[in-house]
T-cell receptor, first 119, second 113 residues
Framework: NAGVTQTPKFRILKIGQSMTLQCAQD?????MYWYRQDPGMGLKLIYY???????DKGEVPNGYNVSRSTTEDFPLRLELAAPSQTSVYFC??????????????????FGEGSWLTVV | DQQVKQNSPSLSVQEGRISILNCDYT??????FLWYKKYPAEGPTFLIS?????DKNEDGRFTVFLNKSAKHLSLHIVPSQPGDSAVYFC????????????FGTGTRLQVFP
């Protein structure tokens, strides 16, 4: 299993450009997430999905869009890139687990990250 | 509003000694807590977790303690090794919404020889 795969690893964008960060997982996980990490800050949730066709906003969704047409893929779209979107982006996934106490199924698995700079 | 707080941005510990990383939370509805470890240029990886029905969970050199009344948890690493040098994130899940994890800001641990 490759786990969670993100592309590209690095990208420089000009202000106002658009791009899509790709994310794929091969673990048949229902849940997928996009986080961003700014220097000295924790991981902030941008969007998440609990299954194909279902997406929901996280803490910092403005300036981003997502889609979930398949279980495996969860792309993140940046429209009209702004310097404030310079960050490291992490895609993540986890399995669906019946909430009945501690379980490794609660664990979120992360991709390696995508470094995005907007200039 | 930072619901999960790691007030120490960095910690330096000598090899072989104990490392104690702390995490505080404000939401009493959190019922599951996790610790993640992150090396530079890599994604976070799961380390250890604890349910709110327990006060301690141990896995090898790593032990997590939960004090619900104080809304505080800590990660103990004994003995610390240079390979433990990384950023450690505390995360919490709410019983009202099990879909999401809320992360702290992280603590950078450096273990020196």
């Amino acid at each position: 299993n490759a786990g969670v795969t993100q592309t590209p690893k690095f990208r420089i964008l000009k202000i106002g450009q658009s791009m899509t960060l790709q994310c794929a997982q091969d673990m048949n996980h229902n849940y997928m997430y996009w986080y961003r990490q700014d220097p000295g800050m924790g991981l902030k949730l941008i969007y998440y999905s609990v299954g194909a066709g279902i997406t929901d906003k996280g803490e910092v969704p403005n300036g981003y869009n997502v889609s979930r047409s398949t279980t495996e893929d969860f792309p993140l779209r940046l429209e009209l890139a702004a310097p404030s979107q310079t960050s490291v982006y992490f895609c993540a996934s986890r399995a669906f687990v019946v909430r009945s106490g501690p379980s490794s199924g609660n664990t979120i698995y992360f991709g390696e990250g995508s470094w995005l700079t907007v200039v | 509003d930072q619901q999960v707080k790691q007030n120490s941005p960095s910690l330096s510990v000598q090899e072989g000694r104990i490392s104690i990383l702390n995490c505080d939370y404000t939401n009493s509805m959190f019922d599951y807590f996790l610790w993640y470890k992150k090396y530079p240029a890599e994604g976070p990886t799961f380390l250890i977790s604890i349910s709110s029905i327990k006060d301690k969970n141990e896995d090898g050199r790593f032990t997590v303690f939960l004090n619900k009344s104080a809304k505080h948890l800590s990660l103990h690493i004994v003995p610390s090794q240079p390979g433990d040098s990384a950023v450690y994130f505390c995360a919490a899940r709410g019983s009202y919404n099990t879909d999401k994890l809320i992360f702290g800001t992280g603590t950078r641990l450096q273990v020196f020889p």
